[in-house]
């Protein structure tokens, strides 16, 4: 996303997005005002942060295999840890967010497309400690950082698989029976977040939870945005600029927010 796409998007977003007082849902208003719009600074978040911290001072350089969107000409490159984290980790407030969706749903199992250095599994765990995390990363190297992170931070629920997604998500999948909640941040091309939808969609239930990353990153992220909220089975879509949110209960009516964030 170019600096100047990106204001622009979220120009348009900000002049459609809603605020608490225009939700005459009971489910969403509820979500909104007691997990999105939450302030407390819970002490997990001091777990994780110190983690992000000593990344961002890791100036040691890794080798990175880049399978998503953003590798165009050359995939495979040498980058410092401490750029890593800034760039391809979720903000503290985007994390801390996913932190409280896992604490309010408290998924049995969580599925995560894109490990990184590990902050948004981390926060996903903190929120649901007793949750089954399978996390899904294509960087061997990126993994082995998070395994420390994990480690670090004395967290033993989550399963990390190394590879090409769309290989290992079949097998996952399979495994796994069902998914509860789903984050994907691990690809930004059109297709295959559609078609990551489409695969994890048929190991949901109508109490599951999908979360997308970045969908205003692209105009190819948007589209698939709209195919995907347009999808028969997504009852109630949810547009934070930065995120986006996806229910599938059956007693909701079809319906679409764009709210501040």
Known sequence: MTSLCGVLRYIKYYLRARNSYSLHSPFVFELYTKVISDKQKYPEYKIVEKRRRELLRNKRLISVFDMGAGAVKHPESFRRIKTIIKRSSSTPAKAQLLFRLARYFNPEKILELGTSMGISTMYLSCGAPQSEI????????????????????????????????????????????????????????????????????????????????????????????????????????????????????????????ILRF
Not at 141 to 149: G, H, K, P, Q, R
Request: hydrophobic share 40%; aromatic share 12%.
């Open 134 to 257: 399978i996390t899904i990363e294509g960087c061997s190297n990126i993994s082995s950082v998070a395994e420390s992170n994990f480690r670090k931070a004395k967290i033993t629920n989550i399963q990390q698989n190394i590879g090409n997604f769309e290989i290992l998500l079949p097998k996952i999948l399979k495994k796994m029976q069902h998914v509860d909640l789903l984050f994907v941040d691990g690809d930004h091309k059109k297709e295959k977040v559609v078609d990551y939808f489409e695969k994890c969609l048929e190991y949901s239930g109508s109490e599951s939870v999908f979360i997308f990353d970045d969908i205003h990153w692209s105009n190819g992220m948007e589209s698939a945005w709209e195919m995907i909220i347009n999808h028969p089975r997504v009852k109630v879509s949810i547009d934070l600029f930065y995120f986006g949110i996806l229910f599938f209960k059956e007693e909701l009516s079809k319906e679409r927010f």
